[in-house]
Structure formats: C-alpha cells, structure tokens
C-alpha cells in the first residue's frame, strides 16, 4: 500500500510457509511494526493503551486473553503489530490480528473469535489519523506480518470514541452489510428516557413496568458474586437458546466454547467492574438477563435474553434495556452501545445508527479469488435484504431448516 521501502529480517526455513518472528523492527520511515507473538509479551504496553489510550471494550486486554485462551482457532496463529513513530520511536498503536488456514490458504484476520463487534487497533492517544498516516501505518504493519493470501477484517467502526479509526480510513474498506446502535447518554439519570428516547418508546416501557409492577416488586439484580454470576447466566442462556429454537434464529451461544468464553469473562469482571451481569426480577421470577462489557465511559449491552411465560403483554427485553440505560447514566457513562444488527427495536428506542466497514483484500491470486467469492456473497446478501419479501422468505427457509436440525 505505500511505495516507501520496508526492511525486514525474517527466517523463512519454518514448514507451511509460517515465519520465525524476530524481536528486529521494520520500518518504512514514517512509522515502525514490530510483531508480537504472545499476549504476555505485550501485556504491560496493552494494559498501558487500554488505560491511558483509546480503545473499545472489545480490545480490553482481558477480552483477548480469553480469546486466546478458548476461541482461538487450532490452525490459527497469534499476530500481535505494535506501531511506533518512526522520529520519537513512541507506540502509537497496538492491533491484535491472527493468521489462519482458510480452505487451501492463509488469511489474516481480527483477533475476534466471534466474540468482538468491533475492530479497532488500541491508539496510544487520541491524535487525529488522516487518510495518508493510515496507510502508511497499515504498510508498516502489512510488513510485519508473516506471508498470507489476504486479509478480511469486518466490524470497522468509523471512529473510537471520536477518534477515527485509521482501519477505516484505508483505501481498500468498503461499506459493509453490518449497522451498529448507541445513544449518547448524559444529564439527569431519572429523565434520561424521556429526553433521549422516541415518545413512542417511553409510552411503551412506561406501561409495560406498570404492568409488571402489578405482578409483585420489580427489581434490576447484578450478580456480584462467582455464585450469581453462574446462576443467572445460566439463566440468560437457558432463556435465549429457548427462543431462539422457538424463532429458528441461529445463536452462538450453542457452542460451549462460546458459553464457557461469556461466563469466564463475568466472573473474571467481578475483579474491576469490566464486565457486569443484570437481571429483571419480578416477584421471585427473572424474566430477563443483560450481559454488559463497560469501558471508557461507554456501556456495551452484547447479549440479552428473556423469558415471557411470567408477563405475556410486556417486551422483558425492552423492560431491561430501558432501565439499564437510566443505571448506566447513574454511573457516569456517556454511551450506551446497542451493538450490531439491525432489530427494529434499536430504532423504535431512538438508538442512531452508523454502517460499519470492512476491509477484504488478496495479495496472491488464492486470495483474490477468495476475496472476489466474498464480494459476490456479500453483494447477493445485500440485494436480499433490499427486497423485504424476498428477504423475509429467505429467512423464513433458513428457519425451517434450523429447525429441522434441531
């Protein structure tokens, strides 16, 4: 991506193409990469960004160590770039990739595991990235890394917390299928709803919590302890596996590797606050369960699930999601993500919306066809769901087989 020179010193004698990583830098004269190959070499510099920097929840380093530790692939190898200046040779940013064998060829992907909304490199500060020191950047983190067919990173915000993100900013992104939700969030906790959200929304939590309020004492419960954390995840899973066999929706949460993930995380959270776990109790009966990842004054609401048999005419969900957006303005942050997707109540809450992008791009002629097969998928995808009845029937099928297998 840049015409500037790269230098590199690499041992290339390693089966499968794979590279010995040496503890040299590479440089391109605007900015250095040095490649990391495990989280502990890269922990006090990781936790260092993630405290004095700009990062999203999803790239807090206890998030990556259970990645690494659960979800990462058994073909899949850990790439860890840390960018510096050049001039001052000062980081100024840390991007947490991993390379996998991917039908036939090598792929460079996020360090996600499925488990991350957002790709977004830790930036030492918050200085602006232009279009210029975004590729140049890039060009010095594409010479870090061992050869590969192409890259494919998806979920690319536009900015970090205000900041641009210099992933999106590369000539090479593309507008994706993926939309994420927020609402800014400030003044009075107890009118928050009212000023933020659609009238229509706040009519609607307003007496659904009136109705529930009819059928015993409503309370919001954290769990705060390893204890509660496991009972009442359990719960959010029991309920959300539930419905979503009901609906003929696919849900991560069938794999156990993903479910162990989420529950190592809470009771990993309970330590400093980085994680937080909320259940709606009615009477004795929890009719819903939120899983919350909070960081830099932002509240990241990943997975919600709900139990209607106790209040068939009220949205638990919607009960849950309003009160927690009043909690999260009591504790002082400014942001409450609704995370990606496309559900109609994110909207219907006032919640604006931002397409994320993605940057799918082949280096060798495996990869470029690979990214050109991607491309075709996504553009289908994406014409389905600009024809509602079309989109609708499809959906419909892919239920009906879903339940099937089921």
């Known amino acids: 991506m840049s015409g500037q020179a790269v230098q590199i010193a690499a041992v290339t004698d390693l089966p499968g193409g794979q590279v010995r990583h040496p503890a040299a830098i590479a440089a391109n004269g605007t900015y250095t990469a040095k490649l990391h190959t495990s989280l502990e070499a890269v922990r006090p510099l990781w936790l260092r960004l993630q405290a004095d920097g700009v990062c999203t929840g999803h790239q807090i380093f206890a998030w990556a160590e259970g990645i690494v530790a659960r979800l990462l692939p058994e073909s ?37 595991g499925g488990v991350c909304d957002y790709a977004a490199p830790l930036l030492a500060d918050a200085t602006p990235w232009t279009r210029q020191s975004a590729q140049a950047a890039w060009a010095a983190v594409r010479s870090a890394l061992p050869p590969s ?28 299928i993926q939309t994420a939700f927020g609402l800014d969030i400030d003044g009075d906790p107890e009118t928050v709803l009212k000023r933020l959200c659609r009238p229509s929304f706040v009519k609607e939590f307003g007496k659904d919590w009136r109705r529930l309020e009819r059928l015993g004492s409503v309370e919001l419960v954290e769990a705060d302890t390893p204890a509660e954390v496991a009972r009442i995840f359990g719960e959010l899973v029991r309920m959300r596996l539930d419905r979503f066999r009901e609906l003929g929706r696919f849900d991560l949460l069938t794999q156990e590797k993903i479910v162990d993930f989420y529950r190592s995380a809470a009771i990993q959270g309970l330590s400093d606050g980085s994680v937080r776990l909320f259940g709606l109790r009615v009477g004795e009966a929890l009719i819903a369960v939120q899983y919350l990842l909070v960081h830099q004054g932002t509240v990241h609401a990943l997975l919600i699930a709900m139990d209607q048999s106790v209040a068939p005419n009220v949205s638990p969900g919607l009960a849950i999601m309003g009160r927690l957006i009043g909690w999260g303005r009591e504790q002082g942050f400014g942001y409450f993500d609704l995370s990606v997707g496309n559900q109609g109540y994110k909207e219907h809450m006032g919640a604006k919306g931002s397409v994320l992008v993605e940057l799918c791009h082949g280096f060798t002629m495996r990869g470029s066809v690979a990214s050109a097969v991607i491309e075709f998928r996504r553009r289908a995808e994406a014409f389905v769901r600009t024809k509602p009845g079309l989109y609708k029937a499809v959906q419909g099928v892919m239920r009906r087989l879903r339940r099937l297998k089921t």
């Open 76 to 112: 899949a190898e850990l790439l860890i770039v840390e960018v510096g200046d050049a001039a001052t040779g000062e980081t100024r940013m840390l991007v947490p990739l991993m390379r996998r064998r991917a039908f036939h060829h090598w792929v460079v992907e996020w360090l996600s």
């Open 149 to 176: 067919d192409r890259v494919h990173i998806v979920g690319i915000p536009r900015q970090i917390h205000g900041v641009a993100n210099p992933l999106a900013l590369l000539p090479d992104t593309r507008d994706s």
